[in-house]
């Protein structure tokens, strides 16, 4: 079992930049790909980026790449993601994941926090 936290999120104005964090506990000895979703009040939630157990494999959504990035620790069982240039449309619940499988955009891991409000507004 594994539970994911996440924290970091809050207002910022456009242009602004944030970092998310997730912090694992449970099963920490297991290699867990991580991941970030996020979600709007009356759409799908989608998928922002994910990484693999190690570190050394990311990937993102293509709208995001170049503004968005994730990262990891597990040492301190920590995922990070780091949002640049922040829009008024990235604006929604984001979401820690985290699976045995890599994760990806159309299979999200089975562990999910319970998200952190990022709100892009002036």
């Known amino acids: 079992q594994v539970q994911l936290v996440e924290s970091g999120g809050g207002h910022v104005q456009p242009g602004g930049s944030l970092r998310l964090a997730c912090q694992l506990s449970?099963?920490?000895?297991?290699?867990?790909?991580m991941g970030w979703f996020r979600q709007t009040p009356g759409k799908e939630r989608e998928f922002v980026a994910a990484i693999s157990w190690g570190g050394g494999n990311d990937y993102y959504a293509g709208s995001l790449k170049g503004r968005f990035t994730i990262s990891r620790d597990n040492h301190k069982n920590m995922a990070y993601l780091q949002m640049n240039n922040l829009k008024v449309e990235d604006t929604a619940v984001y979401y820690c994941?985290?699976?045995?499988?890599?994760?990806?955009?159309?299979?999200?891991?089975?562990?999910w926090g319970q998200g952190t409000q990022v709100t892009v507004s002036s």
């Open positions: 994941n985290a699976g045995r499988q890599m994760v990806a955009a159309g299979r999200p891991g089975d562990s």
């Open positions: 449970g099963s920490t000895f297991t290699s867990y790909s």
